[in-house]
């Protein structure tokens, strides 16, 4: 019997240590995709200067986005090819996350900022279908269930239009039960060899040091028919009738307000897509979008880079992923035509002395 209830006491004592460290985010299982970036980040310490930086402190550029940008923006080319056009040192840090949509955006921008980032400026991918407001269901809550956010965060993401009702592990069943709410994720970092099947939690989206997941150089006509034959389908909903009204298009007001707030230069960038993807879009919904994100370039003062059909359709992957060949393509043409302008005219301001 004493042996039982030692067992026992030490079972309950565990799950509510669990519990307490997942709360307090000394264990990073709420959302492991951005605490296990943020530790890349920190890397850098130009990201986060303190109140007097040195006069020589690199530029730091910061990207923002879904997967897209993850798998579209090599940074460490980024920072090179910056470094040569502008003239300074540059610092270039993919922050693109798999499944992360506007108001995952907007939520990471705000803990960032409470984690002492400070970029100077701030690249923020426009993903058209995540701002699809046709239908009742946001593209996005496929992918940011309410577990990963902070309780605090919750309203925050209501107010943007997103259903975030409370879940059950920021209640009591978060401390007493949360081996059980959070056992995949604990395998998934822990013992991932006791998963059944090799799905990780970032499988095929591990990025590099600098937060660039390179995939395949290039792929085979046959093999990118399936591909997007594969990937299609879970955009395909949201195409009849597409309007960007939902709530992806206030989350990213809200980001664009963080930015102003903080005094950091922002610009919106649109990432390729192949035409079978561009094809699938009703032309008064992309007549819409456009409309809405030159409103939003001259409300905020802030550029908009659109390279949509910046990439040939071979070396899209799948319509919307870039294959290692294509994000080459992309990151060398962003920094030369878009980047290295943009960067030197905010340093040129900056520098130049007041009248």
Request: charged share 20%; proline share 11%.
């Amino acid at each position: 019997m004493i042996a039982v209830m030692v067992g026992l006491a030490l079972f309950f004592s565990i799950q509510i240590c669990t519990g307490v460290a997942i709360r307090a985010e000394w264990s990073p299982l709420r959302d492991p995709l951005y605490f296990d970036r943020l530790a890349l980040l920190k890397k850098y310490p130009a990201f986060r200067p303190g109140p007097n930086p040195p006069p020589d402190k690199p530029v730091t550029v910061l990207f923002l986005g879904t997967s897209r940008t993850l798998h579209g923006v090599d940074a460490k080319a980024a920072a090179m090819y910056l470094t040569g056009l502008v003239g300074r040192p540059v610092e270039v840090f993919n922050f693109g996350q798999a499944g992360a949509g506007p108001v995952t955006t907007a939520v990471y921008l705000r803990r960032l900022i409470q984690d002492g980032v400070k970029p100077d400026v701030v690249l923020i991918e426009v993903h058209p279908v995540y701002l699809a407001g046709q239908r009742p269901d946001a593209p996005e809550t496929r992918w940011l269930l309410p577990f990963r956010l902070r309780p605090d965060e919750l309203p925050i993401a209501r107010k943007m239009g997103f259903p975030a009702p409370r879940p059950v592990t920021h209640g009591q069943r978060g401390l007493y039960a949360p081996i059980y709410d959070y056992r995949f994720l604990i395998l998934d970092r822990y013992v991932p060899y006791l998963l059944m099947t090799d799905h990780r939690l970032n499988g095929g989206h591990e990025p590099d040091a600098y937060g660039f997941a390179r995939l395949n150089e290039e792929v085979t006509p046959d093999v990118r028919a399936a591909l997007v034959a594969r990937v299609s389908p879970y955009h395909a909903d949201y195409f009849p009738g597409y309007r960007p009204t939902g709530p992806g298009t206030i989350a990213t007001r809200a980001t664009l307000d963080q930015c102003r707030t903080a005094g950091w230069p922002a610009a919106l960038v649109l990432m390729p897509e192949s035409s079978e993807i561009l094809g699938c879009y009703p032309s008064e919904g992309l007549r819409e979008l456009d409309g809405l994100l030159a409103n939003w370039s001259a409300e905020y003062r802030v550029p908009l880079f659109d390279t949509r059909r910046w990439v040939p359709d071979p070396l899209i992957e799948d319509g919307h992923h870039l294959a290692g060949l294509g994000a080459d393509l992309l990151t060398e043409r962003l920094s030369r035509e878009g980047l290295a302008p943009w960067i030197t005219r905010i340093l040129s301001t900056q520098t130049r002395p007041a009248p």
